[in-house]
């Protein structure tokens, strides 16, 4: 239990700082090259561990270890000399998304060294067990049966790639092909559906792994890099997918906070370096987004404020109403957490999944 415990808070707080790091490093970097004077860069929230100043800058390790922040001079003020808030407006807006933009270039590197490391896959052939009723599986011709062999030109290693393919696809024709038995290889078009009729999924197929077999894998350096870019770009389209189905399928989107995530990096971080990197780079990747929502207290709450400007050619809102409402936005957030995180101590204590 020691040892679990161990390893949960270890791995989930070496993930968080690394994190947090790259996206605060991404506004200190900025914020230098565009000469705005950086008054401390903090990992963690206070109280203050320890500090050293070089320079003009404060740099400080807190007790909090739940996130970080870059304190720039000004950054509602224009009057002070060397504020952020006296820039001009593409690098304000450079500076404050360029936390978003390393959360995102960090899980390429992520991806890359879990693609590189020896790792399991399962290898099986993916057989059609049922085909439901009307469904767009059945009016492709996709029958009981039929192995998939590759989907949009993909090959298909296992289940889990079918699955991660048609939610990629959602409302798009895609290509299947089929092993038809004796009748050969066949392919179909199939458009997944946004809102399928429950127990039937986005094609209305259920599939079974034929022949398992567990397989170690890695990759050389040049084909990594590619492949990852690839898959961060997928990863944001399985988001935006995931947004579009709350909205039709009016369903509402499920939360976790620092503590179910903890739970879940802890039982990850068991199977091995490559899943838990694969873990850390989907989080920062999500960290990029959450931070770019339009909300107060966020960073894109902040870009609000300054496209608010460009398209109030140049009329600021007062810095001091600008404060107040980041100020409500910070408190709405941190009630926000609290809350979500009673749900994962009540989920822990009942014995549920850790994830909604």
């Known amino acids: 239990m020691l040892e679990t415990v161990a390893l949960t808070t270890i791995s989930f707080l070496g993930m968080l700082v690394v994190l947090v790091f790259a996206h605060e490093f991404g506004h200190f970097i900025t914020a230098k090259l565009a000469h705005v004077k950086v008054e401390e860069f903090g990992i963690g929230f206070p109280p203050r561990l320890l500090s050293f100043k070089r320079g003009e800058t404060t740099y400080s390790l807190n007790a909090i270890p739940l996130g970080g922040f870059t304190k720039m001079l000004g950054e509602e003020d224009p009057t002070l000399p060397g504020s952020l808030a006296s820039k001009s407006i593409p690098i304000r807006l450079l500076v404050l998304s360029a936390g978003s933009l390393m959360n995102i270039l960090l899980p390429i590197l992520l991806f890359s060294i879990s693609f590189m490391i020896p790792h399991n896959v399962t290898l099986e052939k993916v057989q059609v067990q049922e085909v439901a009723l009307a469904s767009p599986a059945q009016i492709a011709g996709i029958e009981s049966g039929d192995t998939i062999l590759a989907i949009n030109d993909r090959t298909i290693k296992n289940r889990a790639d079918v699955g991660y393919l048609v939610q990629l696809n959602l409302g798009r024709e895609m290509k299947i092909l089929l092993q038809k038995g004796e009748l050969g290889q066949h392919e179909v078009s199939v458009m997944p559906r946004w809102n399928p009729p429950e127990g039937q999924g986005a094609i209305g197929i259920t599939i079974m792994g034929v022949d ?32 579009i ?42 960290l990029a987004i959450i931070n770019l929502f339009p909300f107060p207290g966020l960073d894109g709450g902040r870009l609000i404020f300054v496209v608010l400007e460009w398209i109030r050619r140049g009329k600021r809102i007062s810095p001091k109403r600008e404060g107040l409402v980041h100020l409500i936005g910070l408190i709405v957030l941190i009630l926000l957490i609290v809350v979500v995180s009673y749900y994962d101590i009540t989920r822990i204590i009942q014995g549920e999944n850790l994830l909604p």
């Open 212 to 243: 398992s077999t567990l397989v170690r894998e890695s990759y050389p350096i040049w084909k990594t890099i590619p492949s990852s870019i690839t898959h961060c770009w997928e990863i944001l389209i399985l988001f935006r997918n995931e947004v």
């Open 245 to 286: 189905g709350w909205f039709v399928r009016g369903t509402a989107p499920q939360l976790a906070g620092p503590i179910g995530i903890a739970g879940l990096t802890g039982e990850v971080a068991k199977a091995g370096l490559s899943p838990f990197l694969k873990l850390a780079a989907l989080i920062s990747i999500n």
